[in-house]
């Protein structure tokens, strides 16, 4: 037989596109526009149907950036279409295919009600099936001017509305109502499922060839010029290869609509309200004519924001999932970066995503849902459990530059041993459209096979939303059982979870410790003052909840502001959302955020203010109290507001008032020939003319920290170009070229002692300056660096570096609730990739015997490398400071920053625990009349207190979360200053699960390694 394979593809593709296609619609009217335009802020839909609207003429350009437009839409259905199926057809002006990311629109009918949203790939909306002939239609249409920002990353000012300008983005194309032939409209699905199937299958395969031979048939029995008249019998040549079931051994695919809707990125937060509420609509819409959909539905937040601001929608919501059609998953707040938000932060983020989905919608989630997060903490896999959730969704994985994930669907354990069932759906995409080259890499690319054989499938548009079409489902449905394709079933994320993990569960791999995202390495360090100030909310939020507990549990009266502290704590957890923490969002999402950090930062400062006068009241004369949030004792100078430096012995969780130093605990500063030295009884620290250490000297270690040679404090630039993603990457090629910041404008002794000594140092470089506070206290090994930085560079990197003397096979670094290892070398291809990695307030480095700790308040980005010096092996340690990218935000970064970091020598484990809180949380000077006891105390330093609460059913009782934190096991007593009535062990939702080991106010504990225990404490005399 000749081979005109080729010859019958290229018939069937142009008779596709031309004729079949055009089609579709067998008749169409156009309809009459009016318009409203509207700039700034949108307004509600109340507003919009009080408004003046004027003529408006398809073809006109409307929509400056970021404004909204509200049309008027009208017409009448001819009287000849009765009995036919129409829509209305609106094209706003849509750019491209790809919904989300340009001109988007809900629309209403006129009496203000939702119907559906409208973008590229979804433009009609339903007038009747069948119509009377002669009824009007009368929309109403929102439609958003939201500009296309993300360019090939070249530098663009429409990412923020104070600099995108006014001109019109967009011109409308047109409004009609349209008939709509559904048996041309079936002959399309037809051919296309079966013609993406053909173009999958091996050549030889005897099923390739018959589907060809079957759309050569359906062609011929096709007139072309009469395509309405002869699809019936073009579907009738079609319908036996439609009809072949799929392989008994065919691989199984549960596919769930979705629609990942970021809450902020190339668009404000005050986008995403409205993104939510198109795509809600749609999905609750389409589940009128398809009730097989089930739409999988993450971000409790995005569920808020739609039930405050569209209660037409959240009704048809709430419908759906009492009737099967929307799943609730994820169990989470927002969809949050899953490295950089603190312990308790993630903890929160769970609890107030599982209670909002439990009280709304009486859904008890059990999965974690993250599929676009930018690699994963081994810390998670913990507290899912401990929330009750039994199952975690990635998919960013598939992203890896280096090194593929071995597994699909594994058993994923935590640095605790606690050990979660993941999936990671092989089909590399959380926005499948339902091609057969989508389904077809799932099956080849799936990991398991021979084992396993059934993956998930998220489909629908997402990223900007939009979600599942009918074109999707209707592809599902002829997908169910399909000789040659996998099977594909519509169901919900548990029914997959539940189905796997029954089949495959007891021989599933195990894959321990974090997942770690080889791609987006610069989100721990792009857009500093995001990073800053998540960092600052989180310890502030810990201090209000902290002296809130204490008075509210001491001082009668004192109410403690539950409701302040949830919308507070909600804030900040929408802003540890993937793309905003990150620093991966567009100028305006970031402008924001400073300006939301500092009102977050207010508040909570007025909330400590109001506990603390509650707990002392104002002292006379203003005598000074100290207070310390952390959970470890204090003993060190303090600079008080005044300027006055003190001394200070604080109880951990308590505050006392000022001391005088203990004999001998002193800092002595002098002039050296090379600079100057600074010399405590622990320490003796050498600053040179350039401003650099050139010796930090352990006196009771008895050696020097500074490898031979070396420098600390190195100051560093290096070009910053990735191959792709600005905001997002940092390739390994920036380390081919540096520039050391040596040379310094000054070099000056500002504080002498007796209790803090301080060298300033003073550089400029390209356009930027940088001033440096090096400072040493009385009675501490920790050498603070306060620095300030008026940053002016472009697409440069910036690092301060350590070489230590310290040979070490790897670092630690904290993480959430413990800390992980990262080898120091590059011995593997997985090894070589974490050439920057993610830190929390400290990273350890040690050999046998000894070891040096570099802490930091607000930096994640760090590297940790291997060298070998004069005198053996030299261990590096850099903090990233600050980058320059260009997108999406062109200025991103630029501007005056100060933060802290510190080196600490002759440091274990617990000694960066401490320090590194010690850092974050410095004592809190307050006029008070009388220290304030604990709250809490534990007697062993092993088992480090995160937060200390009360419940938040409101009950009055006392909810204090700790972890093991130095990796060992450990056993303690937990004392109460107050007389406890019932101490209970809880789940992370403060839910009861045992009897804690009481006796009185004290509270026997045994934790294992890493071990997270949540205690619920009832004061005598509560309810």
């Known amino acids: 037989m000749h081979d005109d394979r080729l010859l019958v593809e290229g018939r069937l593709e142009r008779a596709l596109a031309q004729f079949i296609k055009d089609a579709v619609y067998s008749a169409r009217t156009p309809m009459t526009v009016r318009a409203w335009h509207v700039r700034g802020e949108p307004v509600p839909v109340e507003e919009a149907l009080k408004a003046a609207y004027e003529p408006f003429s398809p073809g006109t350009e409307w929509g400056a950036p970021w404004s909204t437009s509200w049309f008027r839409i009208e017409g009448t259905v001819p009287q000849e279409w009765a009995g036919r199926r129409v829509e209305a057809l609106l094209d706003p002006g849509f750019t491209g295919v790809h919904p989300g990311f340009q001109a988007e629109g809900l629309v209403y009918d006129w009496e203000g009600v939702p119907i559906k949203g409208v973008h590229p790939r979804n433009r009609q909306v339903p007038v009747g099936s069948p119509v009377a002939g002669g009824e009007p239609v009368r929309l109403l249409l929102e439609a958003a001017a939201n500009p296309q920002v993300l360019r090939d990353f070249r530098p663009t000012r429409l990412g923020d509305i104070t600099t995108a300008g006014d001109a019109p983005l967009y011109r409308f194309g047109s409004a009609e109502l349209a008939v709509l032939d559904e048996n041309v409209w079936h002959l399309v699905f037809d051919i296309e499922v079966l013609s993406e199937l053909m173009h999958e299958l091996p050549m030889d395969d005897p099923r390739r060839h018959e589907i060809l031979r079957a759309l050569e048939s359906a062609l011929d029995a096709l007139d072309l010029h009469d395509v309405a008249g002869t699809a019936v019998a073009a579907r009738a040549e079609l319908a036996e290869v439609l009809a072949r079931p799929a392989h008994a051994s065919a691989h199984r695919l549960t596919a769930t609509g979705h629609a990942h809707i970021d809450s902020a990125w190339l668009w404000p937060l005050r986008e995403t309200v409205r993104k939510a509420s198109r795509t809600f609509a749609n999905v609750t819409d389409l589940a009128r004519e398809y009730p097989e959909l089930v739409f999988s539905c993450s971000q409790a937040q995005q569920y808020a924001w739609v039930k405050e601001n569209q209660p037409h929608i959240w009704e048809r919501i709430k419908k759906a999932v009492a009737s099967g059609n929307w799943a609730p998953v994820g169990s989470m707040w927002v969809e949050s970066d899953a490295n950089m938000p603190g312990g308790e932060a993630l903890a929160r983020q769970i609890t107030h995503g599982k209670r909002f989905f439990r009280e709304e919608l009486g859904v008890d989630t ?39 994930m071995p597994h699909h669907t594994f058993w994923w354990e935590g ?35 021979g084992l396993a054989t059934h993956s998930l499938v998220p489909f629908g548009y997402g990223d900007g939303g939009g979600g599942p079409t009918r074109e999707m489902l209707e592809k599902a449905r002829r997908l169910r059982s399909l000789e040659g394709s996998p099977r594909v079933a519509v169901d919900r994320p548990s029914a997959f979870f539940t189905a796997a993990e029954a089949e495959y569960g007891e021989r599933a791999p195990v894959w321990s410790g974090e997942m770690y995202l080889e791609l987006h390495r610069a989100t721990y360090t792009t857009q500093a003052k995001t990073k800053q100030g998540n960092r600052r909310s989180e310890h502030l939020l810990r201090e209000a909840e902290l002296w809130a507990a204490t008075a509210a549990l001491r001082v009668p009266g004192y109410a403690y502001p539950y409701d302040d502290l949830d919308r507070i704590w909600k804030t900040v957890l929408l802003h540890q959302f993937h793309d905003i923490l990150p620093g991966s969002s567009i100028a305006w999402v970031h402008r924001e955020a400073r300006d939301t950090y500092e009102r977050v930062r207010a508040e909570l400062e007025r909330i400590i203010d109001g506990a603390v006068a509650a707990l002392g009241g104002t002292a006379a004369g203003g005598e000074t109290v100290l207070l310390n949030a952390a959970p470890y004792p204090r003993a060190e100078a303090v600079t008080l507001r005044d300027g006055r430096t003190v001394w200070a012995e604080v109880p951990a969780l308590g505050a006392a008032g000022a001391a005088e130093p203990p004999r001998g605990v002193r800092v002595e500063a002098h002039a050296d020939p090379g600079g100057h030295v600074l010399e405590n009884d622990l320490l003796r620290v050498a600053v040179d003319s350039d401003g650099l250490l050139n010796s930090v000297y352990d006196k009771v270690a008895e050696r020097e920290v500074l490898a031979p040679g070396s420098r600390g404090n190195l100051l560093q630039i290096h070009p910053d170009h990735p191959n792709k993603w600005d905001a997002w990457d940092i390739d390994r090629h920036y380390r081919r070229k540096h520039t050391d910041l040596v040379a310094a404008e000054s070099v000056t002794l500002t504080e002498p002692g007796p209790l803090r000594a301080v060298v300033r140092v003073v550089r400029e470089f390209g356009s930027s300056r940088v001033v440096q506070d090096i400072a040493l206290q009385a009675g501490s090994r920790r050498m603070d660096i306060t620095t300030e930085v008026d940053w002016h560079e472009s697409e440069k990197v910036l690092k301060a570096a350590f070489a230590l003397d310290v040979h070490a096979e790897r670092a630690a670094s904290e993480i959430q609730f413990g800390h992980v290892y990262r080898p120091t070398h590059t011995n593997t291809s997985w090894d070589a990739a974490r050439f920057e990695t993610c830190a929390h307030r400290w990273t350890h480095v040690a050999e046998p015997g000894y070891g040096v700790a570099v802490l930091n308040d607000s930096t994640y980005g760090h590297d940790t490398s291997r060298g070998s010096g004069a005198a053996g092996t030299v261990t590096t340690v850099r903090l990233t400071l600050l980058r320059a990218p260009h997108s999406p935000d062109p200025e991103t970064d630029q501007g005056t920053h100060r933060f802290r970091y510190a080196l600490l020598p002759g440091a274990g484990i617990g000694d960066a625990v401490a320090e590194g809180l010690a850092l974050n949380l410095p004592l809190r000077p307050a006029a008070t009349s009388a220290p304030v006891d604990p709250l809490v105390a ?34 303690a007593t937990l004392s109460a200053g107050f007389p406890v009535a019932r101490a209970e062990v809880t789940d992370l939702l403060e839910q009861p699960r045992e009897p804690a080991a009481a006796d009185g ?11 997270i225990t949540t205690l619920r404490l009832r004061p005598s005399g509560g309810s």
């Open 1001 to 1011: 106010d004290r509270i026997a504990l045994r934790l294992r390694p890493f071990q």
């Open 938 to 971: 534990v007697d062993d330093p092993a088992i480090t207190v995160e937060s200390v609460k009360l419940a938040d059913d409101r009950s009055g009782d006392v909810v204090v979360r700790l972890y093991e934190s130095r990796g060992g096991r450990a056993r």
């Open 366 to 404: 059990q999965e974690i849902w993250l599929p676009d997060s930018f690699g994963y903490t081994a810390a998670f896999p913990q507290l899912a459990r401990l929330a009750g959730v039994r199952w975690f969704l990635t998919q960013k994985m598939s992203w890896n530059q280096s090194n593929k």
């Open 415 to 449: 640095i605790d041993g606690t050990r979660v069932f993941t999936h990671f759906p092989p089909v590399d995409t959380y926005n499948c459209e339902m091609r057969a080259s989508e389904l077809a890499h799932a099956v080849r690319n799936f990991a398991e096979k």
